[in-house]
C-alpha cells in the first residue's frame, strides 16, 4: 500500500462546477499536511496547507481527518486556470529525522 | 527576489558515467530538499538537509546516489556509474525551516537527466 494514495483521475469538469479531491495516508506519524498544485512540465507549488481545523483560501477549501486518515481539497466555482494536477502531501516523523511524501496527483481539467 | 536555481537544466549521459547535479537555495532557508519525477509519476524522497546536515539517507536509491551541502547553502547531488532508470527529472526544494513545522517548500525547476 502506498503511503500517500490519490485519485490520479483525471476529473473533467465544466467552468463553474465543484470538484472535490481525497486523499489517504497510512502513516499515524504524520505531522503536516498540504496541497501543492503543479502544471505541466513545471515544478510543484504549494497551494494550501492543511490544519485540524480546516481551512478556506478563496474558492479553495482543506480539510483534515487525523482519525480517517484522509485529506480533502474542495474546489468552487472552478476556473480554467485551475486545471493542473492537484498534489497530496504530508510530512512525515521518523526515527532520524523526518521525510516528506507526495502522492502521485489528481488530474483536472476544466474546460469551457 | 531569487527563487531556487539548479543546473544544469538537462543532462544527457551515458550509462556508467558520473553526474553531478547542482541546487542553490533561497537566501537563508535553512532547509533543502532533493526529489526526483519519472515521467508521469509522483516526486520520489531522496534526502533531505537541516543546515548541513542530512539525518536519514534512507530515500537515496541506491549507494550510488549521494548528496552533500556545504556552508548550509548549495548542495550537490551526485550519481555514480548511471543507469537508464535513473533518467527522471531531479527537483531542488527549500525551506525557511524544516519539516518540523508548516513550512512550504519551494521548488527550482529541476534537472532534466536522460540517461542513454
Known amino acids: 500500500r502506498k503511503e500517500v494514495e490519490q485519485d490520479p483521475g483525471p476529473f473533467n469538469v465544466p467552468e463553474g462546477a465543484t470538484v472535490a479531491f481525497n486523499c489517504t495516508y497510512s502513516n499515524s506519524a504524520s505531522q503536516s499536511f498540504f496541497w501543492y498544485r503543479q502544471d505541466c512540465r513545471k515544478e510543484p507549488k504549494l497551494l494550501m496547507s492543511v490544519y485540524s481545523s480546516g481551512n478556506e483560501d478563496g474558492r479553495f477549501t482543506a480539510q483534515l481527518n487525523r482519525a480517517s486518515q484522509y485529506i480533502s481539497l474542495l474546489i468552487r466555482d472552478s476556473k480554467l486556470s485551475d486545471s493542473a494536477t492537484y498534489l497530496c502531501v504530508v510530512n512525515l516523523v521518523k526515527i532520524g529525522g523526518f521525510k516528506t511524501i507526495f502522492g502521485a496527483g489528481t488530474r483536472l481539467f476544466v474546460k469551457a | ?116
Open chain 2, 1 to 116: 527576489g531569487a527563487g531556487v536555481s539548479q543546473s544544469p537544466s538537462n543532462k544527457v549521459t551515458e550509462k556508467g558515467k558520473d553526474v553531478e547535479l547542482r541546487c542553490d537555495p533561497i537566501s537563508g532557508h535553512t532547509a533543502l530538499y532533493w526529489y526526483r519525477q519519472s515521467l508521469g509519476q509522483g516526486l520520489e524522497f531522496l534526502i533531505y538537509f537541516q543546515g548541513n546536515s542530512a539525518p536519514d539517507k534512507s530515500g537515496l536509491p541506491s549507494d550510488r546516489f549521494s548528496a552533500e551541502r556545504t556552508g548550509g547553502s548549495v548542495s550537490t547531488l551526485t550519481i555514480q556509474r548511471t543507469q537508464q532508470e535513473d533518467s527522471a527529472v531531479y527537483l531542488c526544494a527549500s525551506s525557511l525551516e524544516g519539516l518540523a513545522d508548516y513550512n512550504e517548500q519551494f521548488f527550482g525547476p529541476g534537472t532534466r537527466l536522460t540517461v542513454l
